[in-house]
T-cell receptor, first 113, second 111 residues
Framework: DSGVTQTPKHLITATGQRVTLRCSPR?????VYWYQQSLDQGLQFLIQYYNGEERAKGNILERFSAQQFPDLHSELNLSSLELGDSALYFC????????????FGPGTRLTVT | AQSVTQLGSHVSVSEGALVLLRCNYS??????LFWYVQYPNQGLQLLLK??????LVKGINGFEAEFKKSETSFHLAKPSAHMSDAAEYFCAVYSFNKFYFGSGTKLNVKP
């Protein structure tokens, strides 16, 4: 158990819908990362937050957005969902961006039908 | 952008045999390098990391990796495979505030 929690574990929704994935980092970790893992794209870095502020952006679509709240939990919002958005979404946390050691949550499996 | 190449999407070894998983990266500056392991239906777990200290890095579960700047490689090795090592392994590079992951290598361990 990494100490990073993600909810929900599974999510099934229809095309065009919007969903919110939630992540709680390990106690004491200020930095949160979001990743998408799919069979065709592999593991892609989406976005990173540190202490509430966006720090780095990867291959995140404009239909996706994220934020980190004052209590350090983070949410990833996916809108106008397409079939190709079906994937595992991982959250990871670290003490700070310079610690480089990320701890991954168990993931949320999103299925878009 | 950085790229990480893992040679061999599937590797199969016998129990007790040497495990060698290959990773090459592209980077114009010395990067930070990592190996992660992912067991079925789980998140990734850090095996080891290189952050410009010793070039031979020892990690958990008996794994080690050697950073070779001249070859831009960071191969992962374990002298003797165990059945519990069967999993998917990812090499990753951290550069300019972003992590880049390889496509992964699935390790199968035969009894």
């Amino acid at each position: 158990d990494s100490g990073v929690t993600q909810t929900p574990k599974h999510l099934i929704t229809a095309t065009g819908q919007r969903v919110t994935l939630r992540c709680s980092p390990r106690s004491g970790d200020l930095s949160v990362y979001w990743y998408q893992q799919s069979l065709d794209q592999g593991l892609q870095f989406l976005i990173q937050y540190y202490n509430g502020e966006e720090r780095a952006k990867g291959n995140i679509l404009e239909r996706f957005s994220a934020q980190q709240f004052p209590d350090l939990h983070s949410e990833l919002n996916l809108s106008s969902l397409e079939l190709g958005d079906s994937a595992l979404y991982f959250c990871a946390s670290s003490v700070s961006p310079s610690s480089y050691e990320q701890y991954f949550g168990p993931g949320t499996r999103l299925t878009v039908t | 952008a950085q790229s990480v190449t893992q040679l061999g999407s599937h590797v199969s070894v016998s129990e007790g045999a040497l495990v060698l998983l290959r990773c090459n990266y592209s980077s114009s500056v010395p990067p930070y390098l990592f190996w992660y392991v992912q067991y079925p239906n789980q998140g990734l777990q850090l095996l080891l990391k290189y952050t410009s200290a010793a070039t031979l890095v020892k990690g958990i579960n008996g794994f080690e990796a050697e950073f070779k700047k001249s070859e831009t490689s960071f191969h992962l090795a374990k002298p003797s495979a165990h059945m519990s090592d069967a999993a998917e392994y990812f090499c990753a590079v951290y550069s300019f505030n972003k992590f880049y992951f390889g496509s992964g290598t699935k390790l199968n361990v035969k009894p």
